[in-house]
């Protein structure tokens, strides 16, 4: 019977990571297991795409420093050349708009600062799996996101609400983007407006509803909608 190379071919994995030493360090742990291959290690620069696209990966690791440095669209276009192609960031900070964000953009695996290297080897395995992986209480914000914005819809607040919770119309636009988990730059590319000016407006409708962070001002207007059943 002819052997399956496809079950035996080593997991080809491309890694974006900022510092040398760790990205030298991560790239001769995965060296070291058999069913991996490195098929690049760099640090993100103007080729960075380019590099990785042509490196016919399975998997792409991404560190947070180099996350944040990424394109909105950099991780979406990428996993869109190649069925199956995942991606991981890591070494990630506990916030949530951040790891909704990234979940936007298609990665599959999100792990903290605390991961060791050992738990991002078993997420590479589990994603490739076709699992996806994160921290519970991010899942459970995930859940909760989902679920909120379902009931909502786009959350297109009537004239009505808006007068009751002192929004203007451009407010009104704003907490209906912030729903659906865009960042201030997304939401500044959406209205055409400055991430400055969009920064202001957020803070002043926290300010408004009295919220603590911008979910909760989301949280505070879905509440005060008649319409939405909480």
């Given at each position: 019977?002819?052997?399956?190379?496809?079950a035996t071919r080593a997991t080809r994995v491309f890694l974006v990571i900022e510092n040398r030493m760790l990205r030298e360090a991560m790239a001769s742990i995965f060296h070291k297991q058999s069913e991996f291959s490195v098929v690049g290690a760099i640090r993100y620069g103007a080729?960075?795409?380019e590099r990785a696209a042509a490196s016919q990966c399975d998997v792409?690791?991404?560190d947070q420093a180099s996350a944040a440095s990424l394109p909105n669209n950099f991780i979406?276009?990428?996993?869109?050349?190649?069925?199956?192609?995942?991606?991981i960031f890591f070494g990630m900070e506990d916030d949530a708009e951040m790891f909704l964000q990234a979940v936007r953009s298609g990665v599959s695996g999100y792990l903290l600062g605390e991961a060791s290297a050992g738990d991002l080897i078993t997420a590479v395995r589990r994603v490739t799996a076709g699992e996806a992986v994160?921290?519970?209480?991010?899942?459970?914000?995930?859940?909760?996101f989902v679920a909120r914005t379902t009931r909502e819809g786009s959350l297109i607040l009537?004239?009505?609400l808006c007068m009751k919770l002192g929004l203007t119309p451009r407010q009104q636009q704003l907490v209906a983007l912030l729903a659906r988990g865009f960042t201030n730059k997304e939401i500044a590319e959406s209205l055409r407006l400055s991430e400055f000016?969009?920064?202001?407006?957020?803070?002043r409708i926290m300010r408004q509803?009295?919220?603590?962070?911008r979910y909760a001002a989301v949280q505070i207007a879905c509440e005060s909608n008649p319409s939405v059943a909480l």
């Open positions: 019977m002819p052997k399956d190379t496809h080729n960075a795409f792409v690791l991404v979406a276009e990428l996993l869109r050349l190649a069925e199956g192609r995942k991606a994160c921290p519970s209480l991010l899942c459970h914000r995930l859940f909760e009537n004239q009505r000016t969009v920064k202001n407006h957020v803070h509803l009295n919220a603590e962070s």
